[in-house]
């Protein structure tokens, strides 16, 4: 979907980027050694400590050792501002978010012994918070924390109940154990508890199909869920229209719930009736009435409800449902409204058609600077594997004042996907070099230096492959 968690995670991350290098109480960078840099965490500038915690994460990495990271762990608690909050925007990061992310930096199993401790000592609330997510953030290297994980599930704090499904999903997706503590969930109090493990044994897919006799009854649920596109950006909506879209992920083995789901397709709730329509597909395999619904609603319905039937048509698995599917998502390339165009490029990408590319090509220089963006991203999510993307990069990259390029970070992830494609974006260096010494944008020089080191590293690592492989004389 166009904000998905991971993405969410990103701008976070950037944004305390940008406030820390933006500073003037922080030094550039973490030199000065271990020991200087740990006695810079008592300041009473937040700013300061903010520079130090990010140093020892980004400068000192896997080597900083134990000592370290349990200072940086009990700076999880900090809740002091790092910035000024900008008017109309998110709250600016604490001091505990720059410890959560150099924790995640040093990503490696260090660090969850210590971690896992302070979520069962502390009092900081905001603080267990902060350990959670990072235990999620690190993934399978937190893998021993489940235990601890399932503890807090039965935790007074609804915040912290919530959290710590989401974790449990993350450090272990594949544990039957999981399935269990995300069923177990679905009988809690809260409906954002509920929601979220809903969401995560969706996206277990069928591995989940033991959950189903509990979902069904969910069906009929008058549980809501806290959501940000209600008219005051932060109302609640009915749990319902998930548990539909779960048990359309997991597929064949919800059957029970269709005669259930039929009824839902005639439901007044628009985001009911769409996940209903989804499920019904993704269930009994017909186009008949899920799809043609779904099709009928891209291009008819609201902005809202048009967006997400284009995310969903990008998960249909069945072949000859993905074929109608994209017909109904080219067409939606033209949509009036930006969200919904977006939301179709990346619905294309995902069911990867063979000409994919030459039908997103285009929404690289659309109209509307948020399409530009999305389908940015989706072309450097496979930058890997599609060399011919070069030029679709170079251009956007180069593209630093014209009234092409509109998006607000679509240069950074051209230079981004030019560092992925390692020696096929050689041609891109002289470019890359002018970006990462004069370009105006902090963002773009920083991805371009990044780029520069991956694809000389590539093209070095090429030069040895062929020195090895050249046959001796005799």
């Not at 550039?28 to 840099?37: E, F, P």
């Not at 980004?58 to 909050?85: N, P, W, Y």
């Amino acid at each position: 979907m166009l904000l998905t968690e991971n993405r969410l995670v990103g701008i976070s991350i950037l944004s305390i980027w940008l406030a820390l290098v933006n500073s003037p109480d922080c030094p550039a960078d973490g030199n000065g050694g271990i020991q200087q840099t740990l006695e810079s965490l008592d300041s009473s500038k937040s700013t300061v400590v903010a520079n130090a915690v990010w140093s020892l994460g980004s400068s000192f990495g896997k080597d900083i050792g134990d000592t370290a990271i349990r200072a940086l762990v009990q700076r999880l608690s900090d809740e002091r501002a790092v910035g000024v909050h900008q008017f109309m925007g998110p709250p600016p990061p604490t001091v505990g978010h720059y410890a959560s992310d150099a924790l995640v930096q040093i990503g490696t199993e260090q660090v969850v012994t210590p971690v896992c401790e302070f979520l069962v000592t502390s009092d900081s609330e905001q603080g267990r918070v902060l350990a959670i997510e990072t235990l999620e953030r690190l993934g399978h290297v937190a893998s021993a924390s489940v235990s601890v994980l399932a503890t807090c599930t039965q935790d007074e704090s609804e915040r912290i109940r919530f959290r710590a499904i989401a974790a449990i999903a993350s450090v272990s997706p594949d544990d039957a154990a999981t399935v269990r503590l995300l069923r177990r969930a679905l009988h809690d109090k809260a409906g954002n508890v509920k929601y979220t493990a809903v969401y995560h044994l969706g996206n277990l897919g069928p591995k989940a199909a033991g959950a189903v006799p509990e979902l069904i009854p969910l069906l009929d649920s008058s549980d809501l869920r806290s959501h940000w596109d209600t008219a005051d950006m932060g109302g609640w909506i009915s749990l319902r229209p998930d548990v539909a879209k779960a048990l359309g992920q997991i597929g064949l083995a919800s059957m029970a719930a269709l005669p259930k789901l039929e009824r839902l397709l005639r439901d007044e709730d628009w985001r009911l009736r769409n996940a209903a329509a989804f499920a019904h597909c993704c269930i009994s395999g017909e186009r008949t009435p899920g799809l043609d619904i779904l099709l009928e609603e891209l291009e008819h319905g609201h902005e809202w409800s048009a967006q997400k039937v284009a995310e969903f048509l990008g998960q249909l698995k069945y072949k000859h449902l993905a074929e109608p599917a994209l017909e109904g998502l080219k067409k939606a390339l033209k949509h009036p409204e930006l969200l919904v165009r977006a939301e179709a490029a990346e619905s294309i990408a995902a069911i990867a058609p063979a000409d994919w590319i030459d039908l997103l090509r285009p929404l690289a220089k659309d109209p509307d600077g948020i399409v530009q963006d999305s389908v940015m991203n989706v072309f450097c999510e496979h930058a890997t594997e599609h060399p011919e993307l070069l030029d679709i990069f170079v251009d956007c990259l180069a593209c630093a004042t014209g009234n092409e390029c509109k998006g607000m970070t679509g240069r950074r992830i051209a230079a981004d996907a030019l560092g992925k494609m390692g020696v096929h974006a050689k041609s891109a260096i002289p470019l890359l070099q002018k970006c990462a010494e004069t370009d105006d944008d902090q963002g773009v020089r920083e991805y371009a230096k990044e780029a520069l080191q991956k694809i000389t590293a590539a093209l070095a690592k090429e030069r040895s492959s062929e020195e090895t492989n050249v046959p001796r004389q005799p």
